[in-house]
T-cell receptor, first 113, second 113 residues
Framework: AQKVTQAQTEISVVEKEDVTLDCVYE???????LFWYKQPPSGELVFLIR??????QNEISGRYSWNFQKSTSSFNFTITASQVVDSAVYFC??????????FGPGTRLSVLP | KAGVTQTPRYLIKTRGQQVTLSCSPI?????VSWYQQTPGQGLQFLFE???????NKGNFPGRFSGRQFSNSRSEMNVSTLELGDSALYLC????????????FGPGTRLTVT
């Protein structure tokens, strides 16, 4: 069975603080893909990153970075120097090859000015 | 390239009625998935279509159905609406069914009274 857990329901930070969003996943497959999506107040989910199970390299994109660790089944997302525009609900998702996506419950991030 | 479009954006229906929602994927994308998003249940997978065939189905009653046309456009139908069907219905498209990320439309906000 596939499952994604995002233990942090809501996080509030002050602008310019760093923040890490946790994601823990469960799957029995060896080939799987992990994703992060952002859902701003406007409602449309925006794709941020995809990672496959064979590539544990961390990735950095501007102020965003992702840490994938198979040993702990985690795929955490860090925003450095957060900005008010980062305020959104962030979803972690898992997909086994050929199967449907499974989304976590989401973490609501509020960045205060 | 145009993004995923969904029509209508907002809909108000009465309990017992039926509703059809439409989704046009990104050009070239052949996989279309539907999700129901509610505050209490989060993002729940409804079904996925690829090449006009339903490939995966979530745990929803038979009142929820869908189809995909030869141009990859998709519709979902909900019959005998219940108050609990009030939700944001999201459509997502992707190139294939394997590892590719999904791109989401803005959603259809359905209110059942």
């Amino acid at each position: 069975a596939q499952k994604v857990t995002q233990a942090q329901t809501e996080i509030s930070v002050v602008e310019k603080e760093d923040v890490t969003l946790d994601c823990v996943y469960e799957t029995r497959d060896t080939t799987y893909y992990l994703f992060w999506y952002k859902q701003p107040p406007s409602g449309e989910l925006v794709f941020l990153i995809r990672r496959n199970s064979f590539d544990e390299q961390n990735e950095i994109s501007g102020r965003y970075s992702w840490n994938f660790q198979k040993s702990t089944s985690s795929f955490n997302f860090t925003i450095t120097a957060s900005q008010v525009v980062d305020s959104a609900v962030y979803f972690c998702a898992l997909r086994n090859y050929g199967q449907n996506f499974v989304f976590g419950p989401g973490t609501r991030l509020s960045v205060l000015p | 390239k145009a993004g995923v479009t969904q029509t209508p954006r907002y809909l108000i229906k009465t309990r017992g009625q039926q509703v059809t929602l439409s989704c046009s994927p990104i050009s070239g994308h052949r996989s279309v998935s539907w999700y129901q998003q509610t505050p209490g249940q989060g993002l729940q997978f409804l079904f996925e279509y690829f090449s006009e065939t339903q490939r995966n189905k979530g745990n929803f009653p038979g009142r929820f159905s869908g189809r995909q046309f030869s141009n990859s456009r998709s519709e979902m139908n909900v019959s005998t609406l219940e108050l609990g069907d009030s939700a944001l219905y999201l459509c997502a498209s992707s190139l294939g069914r394997g590892e590719k990320e999904q791109y989401f439309g803005p959603g259809t906000r359905l209110t059942v009274t």
